[in-house]
C-alpha cells in the first residue's frame, strides 16, 4: 500500500488479516503467552484503523513496529506479576499445525526450552533478538522499532545472541521418530514398566509443571531418570482410570493431552526428544493457560 492509493475498511481489515499470524507469532515469542500475545496483537489492530492507511508506504513493517512497542510495554508489566508467580512458570502453550516443524527455524522460535531462554532476557534484549534472529530484520529497522540508535540495539543484539547462544539446548523438530518414541513412553508409564521408562528417559531428563497455585503441580522441577520416572509412574497410577490420552503438536512438539472423563482438558504435556530419548517434559495444567489450548494456531515469519 502506497501512498496516494484509495482504501476503504474492507481494505483495512484484509491488510491487517493477510499479517495476523506474522503480528500473532511476533507478540507471541516477545511475551510466551497466547492470551497477552492475542490482546497486544488486538490492540495493534484498533491502532491500525485509527491510521490513515494511505499514508503507509509499507503495512507490514508499520504494523511489526506497532506490535513489537505494544509487545515490549505489555512484557515490562507481565516480567513483573511473573516474579510473584507461585512454582514453576511455564509458557503458555500453542497447538500448531503438523507442517509447522518444517520451517525449523520457527520451529525452534516456539519450542518451550527456547522461550524460557529468551525468559531470561530483559525486555529490549528479547525483542532484539526475536526480530533480528527469527524476524532477519536488520539493526536499522529494529532501532527504529524499539527506538534506540543504531550502535545501541548492535550491542544488544550482541549480548542477547551470547546469552542465548550459552543456554539453547539442541532442538529436535516433531517427527515419526519422536513419535515412535513417544508410543513406548506411553505404554511403558501406563504398564508400569520401569526398565522400559528408564531406557527412554534421558538421564538429565527434567520434568517441569505448571499449576499457578490454581491446582495441584510440583512446585519445583523433578530431574534425573530415576526420579522423573517415579514422578510418572505415581501420576499414571493416580489417574489411571480417571483421564483419558490423546496426542497433539504443540509449539512444534509433540504433546500429550489428558482430559477428564467429563472432557474437559487438565493437562498439555510437551514432549522434547533429542537422539531418541526424552530430555524434557512440559505440563501445563493452570486453567487459565488452557482457556484457548484446542485452538489451532498459524504461525509466520
Known sequence: MTAGTESGPRDEVDAFD????????????????????????????LRWRATDPAQVRHPRAYLTQIVTRQALNQLRTVRRRREEYVGSWLPEPVR??????????????VSMAMLLVLET????????FVLAEVFGHSMVEIAEMVGKSDATVRQIAHRARAHVRERRKRFEPDSDTSRAVIGTFL?????G?????????????????????????????????????GYLLGLARKLLGDM???????NALPAVLLRGL?????????????GGRVTALYAIRNP??????????ALER
Open 187 to 191: 505404554r511403558a508409564a501406563r504398564t
Open 288 to 297: 487459565d493457560k488452557l482457556h484457548t489450548a484446542e485452538l489451532t494456531r
Open 193 to 229: 514398566d520401569v526398565a522400559t521408562l528408564m531406557e527412554v528417559l534421558a538421564p538429565d531428563v527434567v520434568q517441569i509443571s505448571d499449576g499457578g497455585g490454581r491446582v495441584h503441580a510440583a512446585r519445583h522441577p523433578v530431574v534425573g531418570a530415576q526420579r522423573v520416572a
Open 121 to 128: 532476557l530483559g525486555p529490549t534484549e528479547r525483542a532484539v
Open 244 to 250: 483419558t490420552v490423546e496426542l497433539g503438536t504443540y
Open 18 to 45: 493477510r499479517l495476523r499470524p506474522l503480528l500473532f507469532t511476533i507478540a507471541y515469542e516477545m511475551l510466551g503467552s497466547a492470551a497477552d500475545a492475542e490482546d497486544v496483537v488486538q490492540d495493534s489492530y
Open 96 to 109: 500448531t499445525e503438523s507442517d509447522a516443524s518444517h520451517d525449523v527455524l520457527l520451529a525452534e522460535s
Open 262 to 274: 467429563d472432557g474437559r482438558l487438565d493437562t498439555v504435556e510437551l514432549i522434547e526428544i533429542t
